[in-house]
């Protein structure tokens, strides 16, 4: 039995592959998704906020809130929308979501400036979406502060740090750019681990695994045909993906383009690991693809720092994030793919995958043993 | 209806058989509520910054001082080497570099401006953003307390335009003045919990018959499709609403979201919108024949929905095609009512427009569904 063990597993691979290749609602879902997603994540996916709608409290017009006005107006991201005499309409406004922000003059507001105290001047912006809500902030601070050194000019002993900013590595800060390396991962998570459980908790639930593992094949043969044709699709995804980013917002490949596929190749063994794990844990397949989402998808999509900067999160929770792969795919993604670098720079990530996918490998094997007693 | 409410019964039964399925239900939205409540933020604690000084003066003391104190930074090396810094970025040690040039102080006595460099690592482009504005303010700030500490006088005959008061700017956020971003991402997170337990679930529960066989045996009993339809319907209606009633709970209690307007409108308006959901579920299962089909066209399509729905990225920030797609999107618009009673505590008035593009999207999404069910299934 044993010496024909090589053509059983290349007889059995092949089947999974036809399995594959035969449903093609799914493979076109499965290569049509990413391509879909490396659009909607370069066109419509953007955090920048361009046109704010400006409310002004003016109780005093006058010739000076005129001029802050117009300098507000003169910038093109600004478009006052309102100009009122009290906060009363304030409200109405934020309400019906007909103003981003409001800015709320004193009363007698040039006086106040010619005494030379401190004006105050309220900014109120809706702050229900915090992220925009700090920009906008920042933004109209920006406006205001060179509303004051245009009024002072530079004959007040005023001081000016000149800062330049560089972006590096993604002069830009172009969203393509940055969400590739984790649409990578989310979608190799999606087609290895969502994958591979689905379909072996399929075999489970129609009782063809039974019938799988009285056959000559060994437990681990049984797994690599259905992990390799899996892998292949992940390889192929992850092409697809590059060249679409490539060719349509020329997301750069700065690093070895071998050596990113390699490593995606090694992410895909550690979801796909994962994948058998959750399957073998699980007795339906509907328990298996929640398992798959809670235990693969989620932590990929939003624990990897894909999307929310890990460096952003609470203290307890970094360090939870060293146990989801794709934290460590994507640091190796973005560095290839952005910076430039090689393994000398990210031996360090490569290592912990390489542990990640063997131990998960063992332990993926061994669950299957277990089912064999 | 003595069918119909056989049917239901069987329906619940088999739902609340389930146990993984019942228990996963109710931990995916507390698991997914605590991790995206604590994980989804863009705010910036502390970045990691590198200072090549080659000033060495007490004014960039001083400036390398503030930014340090300020909170946001952490400084993790001072080298005098710009290849050094380079290194650290390369290494991710560093997010940020600040690089002052030599005679930053000269210059800034002599002509009361120069310059100073910052590096930041867009390989995070939201914390790049983010950093680079707290780095502004902090040197803009500096600058206007070294006037003063550098007693730096008027130029003659230059006199400032309408007096020499300063602006005090203060910044107030309505209804969420912490800028707690937990406020905002938890409505959205209830849709998400909402649309998925109703697409998904639906698609499943119906393609699970037909790979099972029963939904043939279904077809050859007297049970009618309208029966067949309200029967695999109601209960995962009552389901989504019951996840939606777990979710609020949890986000009441344990995150402290604020619910600002009225329950009672909240469920309403979820009511509504599961007819699209379910509906979306329904369509799915007419086109697939397994699971695993059901599984990913499904996935697909809430994927879609929810990228381009303003759950993460504000709709105004989107292009003007995706801001008229996001328009016919249901999930937007429940999104946006839930933010708007929860958040701002919005009434019926406020909300009246989108609530009423809303039902007209679910009911639509929701005959069609019907209407295509029961053509391919005659």
């Known amino acids: 039995m044993r010496a024909r063990a090589p053509s059983a597993l290349r007889a059995f691979v092949w089947k999974e592959l036809r399995h594959i290749l035969r449903d093609r609602q799914t493979l076109v879902i499965l290569l049509f998704m990413p391509l879909v997603q490396v659009l909607l994540f370069g066109y419509a996916l953007r955090t920048d906020v361009r046109d704010l709608r400006v409310a002004v409290v003016d109780p005093t017009p006058d010739a000076m809130t005129l001029r802050l006005r117009n300098r507000l107006e003169a910038t093109p991201r600004f478009r006052i929308v309102s100009v009122a005499a009290s906060t009363g309409a304030l409200e109405d406004q934020f309400q019906r979501r007909a103003a981003d922000v409001a800015i709320v003059l004193p009363t007698s507001f040039a006086d106040e400036l010619a005494r030379g105290g401190r004006t105050p001047v309220l900014l109120v912006t809706d702050a229900s979406d915090p992220n925009s809500g700090t920009t906008m902030q920042s933004y109209v601070r920006a406006a205001l502060a060179d509303f004051e050194s245009e009024r002072a000019g530079l004959g007040l002993g005023a001081v000016r740090i000149r800062l330049e900013s560089r972006m590096r590595f993604n002069p830009t800060l172009e969203s393509s750019n940055l969400f590739v390396p984790g649409l990578i991962a989310l979608v190799l998570t999606l087609v290895s681990a969502l994958m591979t459980a689905i379909s072996l908790s399929r075999e489970k639930e129609q009782g063809t695994l039974e019938v799988l593992l009285v056959s000559p094949l060994r437990p681990w043969q049984i797994i690599i045909g259905k992990v390799l044709p899996y892998l292949a699709l992940g390889f192929t995804i992850t092409c697809l993906v590059l060249l679409a980013a490539r060719m349509v917002f020329g997301v750069p490949v700065r690093g070895s383009v071998i050596l990113l596929l390699a490593e995606s190749v090694l992410f895909t063994i550690v979801s796909l690991s994962l994948g058998v794990l959750v399957a073998a844990r699980t007795s339906s397949q509907r328990a298996a693809m929640l398992g798959a989402l809670v235990g693969t998808m989620m932590p990929t999509a939003l624990l990897s720092g894909m999307i929310f900067p890990i460096t952003s999160m609470p203290r307890w929770l970094q360090p939870v994030t060293n146990v989801v792969p794709a934290r460590w795919f994507i640091v190796i993604a973005r560095g290839i793919m952005l910076k430039g670098v090689g393994l000398g720079y990210l031996w360090f990530e490569t290592l912990v995958l390489a542990g990640m996918a063997l131990l998960l490998l063992v332990a993926a094997t061994r669950s299957f043993h277990a089912r064999l007693d | ?378």
Do not use: C
């Open chain 2, 1 to 378: 209806m003595r069918i119909l409410r056989f049917l239901l019964r069987k329906e619940y039964l088999q739902i609340f058989r389930d146990r993984i399925m019942v228990a996963q239900l109710l931990l995916l939205p507390a698991i997914q509520l605590a991790l995206l409540a604590n994980a989804a933020t863009f705010e910036v604690t502390s970045a990691r910054l590198v200072v090549v000084d080659e000033d060495r003066s007490a004014t960039s003391r001083g400036l390398v001082d503030r930014m340090r104190a300020a909170g946001r930074f952490r400084l993790v090396e001072a080298t005098p080497s710009a290849e050094r810094a380079d290194d650290a970025m390369m290494r991710r040690k560093a997010g940020v570099v600040l690089h002052i040039p030599h005679d930053f102080e000269r210059d800034l006595v002599r002509t009361r401006t120069a310059p100073v460099q910052l590096v930041l690592n867009a390989e995070d482009g939201a914390a790049a953003g983010v950093t680079l504005s707290y780095a502004q303010r902090i040197i803009a700030e500096y600058a206007a307390e070294l006037a003063v500490t550098l007693h730096l006088s008027p130029v003659v005959g230059e006199r400032p335009v309408g007096g020499q008061g300063r602006l005090d700017v203060r910044a107030r956020g309505w209804y969420n003045p912490d800028l707690d971003y937990r406020y905002y991402m938890v409505p959205g997170i209830l849709v998400q919990l909402v649309t998925m337990v109703g697409t998904l679930l639906t698609a499943l529960n119906i393609v699970r018959e037909k790979e099972l066989g029963t939904l043939e045996q279904l077809n050859v009993t007297p049970v009618t499709r309208g029966q067949f339809i309200a029967a695999k319907l109601i209960p995962l209606w009552s389901l989504g609403l019951v996840a939606l009633t777990i979710g609020m709970l949890v986000a009441h209690f344990a995150f402290h979201v604020p619910m600002r307007g009225s329950v009672l409108l909240v469920f309403a308006t979820a009511s509504i919108y599961l007819l699209a959901a379910l509906g979306v579920g329904l369509l799915v299962s007419t086109i697939v024949s397994t699971q695993q089909q059901a599984m990913f066209v499904t996935f697909f399509i809430v994927l879609v929905y929810l990228l381009m729905s303003g759950l993460f990225t504000p709709v105004r920030s989107m292009p003007t095609w995706a801001q008229w797609f996001a328009q016919v999107n249901p999930v937007m618009h429940f999104i946006e009512i839930m933010r708007a009673v929860m958040l701002r505590g919005a009434g019926l008035p406020e909300i009246a427009r989108s609530l009423a593009v809303l039902s007209a999207i679910a009911i639509g999404v929701f005959t069609l569904s019907v209407r295509q069910y029961a053509k391919r299934a005659a």
